[in-house]
Structure formats: structure tokens, C-alpha cells
């Protein structure tokens, strides 16, 4: 049996950690801004108090008037972006930092969280529940995440370092062996060189000359 779970930012903040976009506008505001393009882009954002997710701030950021720049739009749009996904992986790391788990509980935590995971037979309908517990007789449980965070929660809990790991928990009273397979970070993570923040095309950029650069150079279109 294999399950795909799906991790959004809700599990970020469920953890405590302060990863909503308004939580990041928050502090990127506060810090110095580097030149007045940047002084002006942290102007902009400060109008758009009720964004709340981060599909629309990506959304929002591709509509930004950089052509009130002048002649330097081009160049005020990679100083801006540039800067915003650099203040973006400090605060990420900042709040990533604080979510840690004891090196002695981190077998119990993750064996925990697996056991939590996979009793879905409590939330289920009979007809489901029973043809969940048929597929789970089958061992090794295959477990992969995908998820949507840049953070590396999900790891911490897992204690996760290497490619496939097992591990033996209890469900319905016997030890069942769990093989997490693979955990994917679709946009990017803390720990890898690609990090993705933008919109899915060009059209979704309000300035074409910008939009014509990205489609060319990369940034704010997503890969």
C-alpha cells in the first residue's frame, strides 16, 4: 500500500511557526530598505493589507506598476524581486529555527506522528474504513509527502535525513513497517539553491517588458 500526503502552509502554522504572508510583510517592513526601489516596493505591499495567502501575493507582485520607475523598470523589478526572495529566506529561516525537536524524543515523535497519519480508519465511512484496513495488511506501509512549504518541518518530525527510511509502529494493536519513500518540496526549500516565488506565466505579469525579460532571464515565472 502507498499513500501520498499533501503539506500546505496550514501544518507550518499549526506548528506555531508565523508563515503567513501578513506575518512576513510584517517584519520585511520593518527592516531598512537597501535603495528607494525598494523603499517604493514596501510602499506598494503596504496597500495590500488583505492578502492573505501566498498564491495572491505572487499573483499581486506580478501586477506591481514597476513602469512608475521610469526608464530603470526593468532594472527596479530584479532589485525588488531580488531583494524580496532574499528578506523572504532570512525570515523563513528565522522561523524555521524555532521549531525543534529534543534529539532524545525525536524516534518517539516520529513514530507518533506515522501512527497519527495513517489511523485515517477513524475519520472514515465503513465501506472506506474497511477497504483501507484490507490494503493496509499489506506490509511495508509506502508513505511519500508532498509539500508546499519551504520549511523543513516535516523532516524534523521524521527525523528524516535519507531516502527511503523505515520505520515500526503500532496500528490496531500489531507493529506495522512503514517505509517513508520520498518527501518533495515542490517549490523549493530552505536547503536547496532553487527557490520558487512567482507567477505560472507571463500574462500574469502587468508590465510586458518585464514579463518579456522573465520569460527570457527566469525569476518570476514560475519553471
Known amino acids: 500500500m502507498t499513500i501520498t ?11 506555531g511557526l508565523k508563515t503567513k504572508y501578513q506575518d512576513f510583510v510584517k517584519w520585511y517592513r520593518g527592516q531598512k530598505p537597501k535603495s528607494g526601489a ?8 503596504a496597500g495590500k493589507k488583505k492578502l492573505e495567502l501566498w498564491g495572491d501575493a505572487e499573483m499581486a507582485f ?10 530603470e523598470s526593468i532594472g527596479a523589478y530584479r532589485e525588488c524581486y531580488a531583494d524580496f526572495v532574499s528578506s523572504f529566506v532570512t525570515y523563513l529561516r528565522i522561523q524555521n529555527g524555532r ?8 524516534q518517539a515523535v516520529a513514530k507518533q506522528f506515522l501512527e497519527h497519519v495513517l489511523g485515517l480508519d477513524a475519520f472514515m465511512a465503513k465501506a472506506a474504513e474497511d477497504h483501507y484496513l484490507t490494503k493496509r495488511k499489506k506490509t511495508p506501509v509506502k508513505v511519500n509527502f508532498i509539500v508546499f512549504n519551504y520549511t523543513d ?13 523505515t520505520y515500526t509502529i503500532e496500528l ?9 519513500q ?5 517549490h523549493g526549500s530552505l536547503h536547496e539553491e532553487e527557490f520558487v516565488f512567482g507567477v505560472d506565466n507571463a500574462e500574469q505579469i502587468a508590465e510586458d517588458a518585464i514579463g518579456r525579460f522573465c520569460t527570457s532571464n527566469g525569476g518570476m515565472i514560475k519553471p
Not at 38 to 45: A, Y
Not at 99 to 105: A, V
Open 153 to 165: 518541518t516535516i523532516e524534523k518530525i521524521l527525523d528524516f535525513q535519507e531516502t527511503p527510511k
Open 38 to 45: 525598494i523603499r517604493w516596493l514596501k510602499k506598494q505591499m
Open 182 to 186: 520520498e518527501i518533495c518540496h515542490v
Open 172 to 180: 490496531g494493536g500489531k507493529q506495522v513497517e512503514v517505509v517513508v
Open 62 to 71: 506580478g501586477q506591481l506598476p514597476f513602469s512608475g520607475r521610469g526608464q
Open 99 to 106: 521549531f525543534l525537536i529534543p534529539r532524545q524524543d525525536r
Open 5 to 15: 500526503y499533501l503539506i500546505g502552509n496550514g501544518f507550518d502554522l499549526g506548528l
